[in-house]
């Protein structure tokens, strides 16, 4: 049976993955599982968060969508990112300019969040056709205790920063642009290809963490807001109603997802911060600018969107992201 | 320009890279530069040991590679390789079968080091024609300091553990059999590509960074034996004299290089171990069963390789390695 394209199904994960983790370490707070995007370890008695995540898909700005996306897992997780160490995969076609972007990219990403580059790798590889970075970024626990998407509990409001799909209205606005150009204002496309600046959510997640509110965090990529509410669900043993009118769509990716034809709620979303916080802490984070979107529900209830024309999407399994589906298709 | 496969020359990672490194941060005690494959963070008093390497030339037991190669890098530091993070990069071809044979050897490999795993990243990536495994190894140092490729002096002894080419072997048998079948026995085949067993020098680095003798240590992966010797030289800023007929090959590793054209000296060899030590100690790293092949020289000097035939090949640049030689050939 082959694999579909981008993230690996959460029941081959838990069959394949997640049962073969090396040797059992008391050191290892937190390991791998479903929706986590980060582990941690203790070394002594400071506490460690690290992740790991390859950039693959986009074909620009690799080298600084790997820092971003890496320094929002570690501060997802409660850690402030610090210590970044990139393995560059360069295609046979990859000439010095395109290393050179890579590396200033990497570079001024790192400064830009005060991370330092510790170690690394740089090759041109055979069998690929795409250059790929693929990042590690650590950094020291700054909240009591590691923050999980897999905190959350029945009941527990489910709020969000910013905007939908940010990121994927970035990487459609520029891959895309001959296709969109007559059906989406150049000053659209310009606004909406800037979309980078706006993935990091490290601020935002370290002042929640340092704030104690909230029981869960993540941050959506793959799949969208909605895959991001159905992983951060799972991983917390719930269900959820999420309200399609109550979740911000930018004006700009609104008509980039109209002109394409795809979902917004399911477009890939790095940028956006999810976190869960008890009825009580609402006032505290909408203070913050964040939006009330939905709830989570006992485990035994359905999952699901609720349209802006009050039809019950019901969420079964994984959401494939747009993004795959029209590069598919294109 | 395009650049050539393999390692990327040491002249654009110098100018290129090692010159963007984000942040500067004091509790990076060793960053990146040239022939050092691991950083060391400071975390409150504790030293730690990073390593990240990608196996993308490999087309078997990638996992079980991706720990080994990485934990061998921490280990030559001076770190005991403890917390391992794989990014699994699967080719539209992959099925559950290759995911499963990846993660169950990353976790045997992980098991027969005592490693765990932190945290990772699986995804079918588009633009990959085989699967790629991107590892990420840290550990506590062991040793008193950092043990740094570039702590050679002029006058040093370069000794090696094992045979030269043992990684490369291992491949090439796998990777050629078709082509070696009728050259080389099948007796001398099976033992070559069991050549992976030996691909682990963690307890032979770990002996010496506990030993305290050492002043540098390597291990030669692209560009074999030769490359890993050039590696550390520059890393040290010296120049050296090693010689053919002092480096061990083995029996399999000799038919095959011959039986393909390659030199046993500049394949691939992940395995062994290269360690200076000043020459007062070389008895004692002879009882651990290391061969002295050469030393290191004042800078001024050239760089050679005297070939069995005592003709001098001086050595003015990285060494490409004979498996991407051969493999641009095929």
């Known amino acids: 049976m082959k694999l579909r394209l981008g993230k690996v199904d959460k029941e081959i994960l838990e069959e394949l993955v997640f049962k073969k983790l090396g040797a059992r370490r008391r050191d290892i707070v937190l390991g791998p599982s479903f929706g986590e995007d980060a582990g941690v370890v203790k070394s002594d008695s400071r506490l460690i968060v690290s992740s790991c995540d390859p950039i693959t898909g986009a074909s620009e700005r690799i080298g600084w969508l ?29 000439d010095r300019v395109e290393l050179e972007r890579i590396v200033s990219d990497i570079h001024n990403a790192c400064v830009e969040l005060g991370v330092g580059v510790v170690t690394g790798h740089t090759e041109v590889a055979p069998n690929i056709s795409h ?36 990121e994927g209205t970035a990487i459609l606005a520029r891959d895309f642009k001959e296709r969109l150009k007559d059906r989406v204002s150049k000053e659209v496309l310009e606004k909406a290809e ?33 895959g991001g509410v159905y992983e951060l669900a799972e991983a917390s043993n719930t269900s959820f109603i999420i309200y399609e009118d109550k979740i911000p769509v930018s004006v700009e990716t609104r008509q980039i997802c109209n ?11 790095s940028g956006v911060l999810l976190a ?16 009330v979107i939905g709830e989570l529900r006992e485990r035994k209830m359905p999952s699901i969107l609720m349209r802006s024309d009050k039809t019950e999407e019901k969420i079964t399994g994984q959401v494939l992201d747009e993004l795959w589906r029209i590069y598919e298709e294109s």
């Open 259 to 269: 002109a394409l034809g795809c979902d917004p709620l399911k477009l890939i979303s």
């Open 194 to 226: 800037r979309y980078y600046e706006k993935i990091s959510v490290v601020s935002e997640a370290l002042k929640l963490a340092r704030m104690g509110v909230v029981t869960a965090m993540h941050d959506p990529t793959e799949g969208g807001v909605l």
């Open 276 to 291: 869960c916080v008890s009825k009580k802490n609402m006032k505290r984070i909408e203070k913050l600018g964040f939006n």
């Open 131 to 166: 250059s790929i970075v693929c990042g590690f970024m650590m950094g020291p626990l700054v909240s009591g205790k590691p923050i999980r998407s897999g905190g959350g509990r029945p009941g527990d409001l489910i709020a969000m920063s910013k905007t939908a799909g940010i």
């Open 66 to 94: 790997s820092v971003h996306i890496n320094a929002n897992d570690v501060a997802v997780c409660g850690g402030r990112p610090v210590w970044f160490s990139p393995i560059i995969l360069l295609s046979r076609d990859a």
